[in-house]
């Protein structure tokens, strides 16, 4: 059974930092594109951050570039996400995707993900 399992969220005063993991296990995603995405209640889910399967292409949505890094550490088949300089309009429940098959680019689309973990919540005081 696959499974994508998310830790490290939880409260942080505006202006601080946290480190989200994504740990895969019942298959590797090493070859395949990982991405993190969030969501608040009423609202969509929305992109945050993609890693290529080789780590080498990242992307960023415009709301967290500067202030979030994505990263990945394959041998240990788990993805990153580092958050800094949190703001309050950063809280949500922070998911982990993962794509399969020829799947090796990251992605901005939420259906181009087979896999999802089932989410941490990160909450910013102001």
């Known amino acids: 059974q696959v499974q994508l399992v998310e830790s490290g969220g939880g409260l942080v005063q505006a202006g601080g930092s946290l480190r989200l993991s994504c740990a895969a296990s019942?298959?590797?995603?090493?070859?395949?594109?990982m991405g993190w995405f969030r969501q608040t209640p009423g609202k969509e889910r929305e992109f945050v951050a993609t890693?290529?399967?080789?780590?080498?292409?990242?992307y960023y949505a415009d709301s967290v570039k500067g202030r979030f890094t994505i990263s990945r550490e394959n041998g240990k088949n788990t993805v990153y996400l580092q958050m800094s300089s949190l703001k309050p309009e950063d809280t949500a429940v922070y998911y982990c995707?993962?794509?399969?098959?020829?799947?090796?680019?990251?992605?901005?689309?939420?259906?181009?993900?087979?896999?999802w973990g089932q989410g941490t919540q990160v909450t910013v005081s102001s």
């Open positions: 995707a993962g794509r399969t098959g020829w799947g090796t680019a990251g992605s901005t689309q939420e259906d181009e993900y087979a896999y």
């Open positions: 019942g298959r590797t995603f090493n070859d395949n594109g």
């Open positions: 890693i290529s399967g080789s780590g080498v292409n990242i």
